[in-house]
Each structure stands twice: as structure tokens, then as C-alpha cells.
């Protein structure tokens, strides 16, 4: 079973998000996978929506988690 912190006043993974959905996301963004959802990470999935023509807000929701699987 796959566990990770989620921001829970959202439910969706954002700066401060921990674990191995964190992990899998920085996987699919090509960077280092430490499970620590940084600012680095942030600017990545910013980039990953731009490309996905998603919103590009750095928030990895369904819509984001969607196009990564």
C-alpha cells in the first residue's frame, strides 16, 4: 500500500507532501527521487502541467496525477 502525506485541507500533494506517491510523481518528472515534495519538485510539476496543457499552480491533484500514470 502506497502512503504519503497529503495536504489535508485538499487532499492533493503539495510543498510539504511526503512519501512514495511523492516519489513516483518525481520519478515521471526526470528529477531526484527523495519523496520530499520541495520547491524543486514544485517547479517541476509546474513545468509538467505547462507541457500537459493543465493548470500550472505546482499542485499534483487528479487532473496532474492523472497524465503522470
Not at 19 to 43: K, P
Not at 63 to 69: E, G, K, S, Y
Amino acid at each position: 500500500l502506497l502512503k504519503a502525506k497529503l495536504n489535508k485541507t485538499t487532499g492533493k500533494y503539495v510543498v510539504g507532501s511526503t512519501g512514495e506517491i511523492v516519489r513516483f510523481v518525481q520519478m515521471r518528472l526526470g528529477i531526484a527521487e527523495d519523496g520530499l515534495y520541495g520547491a524543486g519538485t514544485r517547479t517541476a510539476v509546474i513545468a509538467w502541467q505547462k507541457e500537459h496543457n493543465l493548470t500550472e499552480d505546482g499542485i499534483v491533484g487528479p487532473a496532474t496525477l492523472m497524465t503522470m500514470v
